[in-house]
């Protein structure tokens, strides 16, 4: 089965009750039982519900797995992961990297024993440079959050494979509309599924999905067991979202494209990031291992002013300043103060976040009213 018929019907069938095409909404947390213990698969919506099932399958459909779960966040999900480790255990994380995930990481499971090296992983052969008999596992993203810097999954992979590493890659970015990390070599692939599964910016939801069999069971326990998982309507919601992935991402990137090589050909632009660019780092990476290249790209004004940046994102009309990305709308971001504020600012700017830069999520508008609203803000500096 091909991708754009997975994302419609990979793991999915008719209700078998009623023969309803879309998965039913179980808006219940209890399931009857005939006698202690003898039920019809489920027991407990925490620990599974029809709705939530037919959304885990499909995300492991569309992802080339064979195991899919689905949390009430993606950063719930990464927590997940994160329970598989113990004290004492050492984790080797790209630097650039959602402010999120660098909190979770830094300041709540640092304070229980685990030991993050944050490097950068462009040149992926660093890697082995960090690796010690205690470290259990490698957590990637590319392109990364938000200097769009690409990482070579499959050799990640070997990397892993060669000193019995799990590795991890957040493939939120991407998509498997893009780019599928499993197919790659990579353990597990998580999603914030609030951005282009969902892809309407009306859900909070995070994604993991895998082929190990044991693993998978280890991540079932913990999502049952710490219980943050997602509702049946926000299961709903994404499983919804995903039949159109395909049809939304073509139109992301396409627009992402216009608008990457317009900010790169105006006057006042002095960086574009987007890995779609020729001479931008690790691009034939990009080539081998992403379909297209996105809709995310991030940019610096010349002269590197925080006011310039400032007044570019307050003038913008068609791009909206909010957080989170990947919605049918475009949306524009301050990452210094939004989304990796919780970086520090020398850690941050170690990587190219200065106060400068401006992130977008190029949605699925008309390309002109998107160039046309960048270049009346870029006017009026």
């Not at 689905?70 to 994380?93: N, Q, R, T, Y």
């Not at 893009?178 to 892809?199: N, W």
């Not at 991402?249 to 317009?262: L, T």
Request: proline content about 4%.
């Amino acid at each position: 089965m091909e991708f754009n018929t997975k994302v419609i019907h990979g793991g999915q069938q008719h209700d078998p009750s009623t023969g309803a095409v879309m998965p039913p909404i179980y808006q219940t947390s209890t399931y009857a039982q005939s006698s202690p213990g003898q039920h019809k698969g489920f027991e407990y919506s925490r620990t599974g519900n029809p709705t939530r099932q037919a959304l885990e399958k499909s995300i492991a459909s569309i992802e080339g797995g064979t195991y899919g779960l689905a949390f009430a966040s993606g950063l719930s999900s990464i927590d997940a992961i994160l329970k598989l480790l113990s004290p004492g255990d050492e984790v080797i994380s790209t630097n650039d990297l959602y402010g999120g995930t660098f909190r979770l990481f830094n300041t709540i499971f640092k304070k229980f024993g685990i030991v993050f090296k944050f490097i950068g992983m462009e040149e992926t052969d660093r890697i082995a440079d960090h690796i010690t008999d205690k470290t259990k596992l490698i957590w990637t993203e590319t392109p990364t959050n938000p200097m769009m810097n690409v990482i070579d999954i499959r050799r990640c992979a070997e990397i892993s494979r060669e000193n019995d590493l799990l590795l991890v890659v957040d493939n939120t970015f991407a998509t498997p509309y893009l780019q599928r990390p499993l197919e790659l070599g990579a353990d597990i692939v998580m999603h914030s599924a609030t951005k282009y599964l969902g892809g309407h910016s009306d859900v909070v939801m995070g994604a993991l999905a895998l082929n190990d069999k044991d693993l998978a069971e280890k991540l079932y326990f913990i999502q049952n067991a710490s219980g943050a998982v997602c509702g049946p309507m926000d299961s709903f919601l994404v499983l919804r979202g995903i039949k159109t992935l395909h049809l939304r991402m073509q139109r992301h990137c396409e627009n992402g494209r216009a608008v990457a090589h317009f900010l790169r050909s105006h006057p006042k632009i002095e960086n574009v990031y987007w890995p779609g660019f020729e001479d931008h780092p690790n691009h034939e990476i990009a080539r081998n291992q992403m379909k297209d290249f996105g809709g995310m790209l991030s940019f610096k004004i010349k002269g590197n002013k925080y006011q310039d940046a400032i007044k570019v994102l307050e003038t913008l009309k068609v791009f909206t300043l909010a957080e989170s990305l990947g919605g049918v709308e475009s949306l524009s971001g301050h990452p210094a103060s939004m989304t990796h504020a919780s970086i520090p600012k020398e850690e941050r700017e170690k990587t190219g976040v200065s106060d400068s830069l401006i992130r977008l999520s190029v949605g699925v508008e008309d390309e002109k009213d998107l160039i046309e609203d960048l270049r009346r803000a870029l006017d009026l500096i």
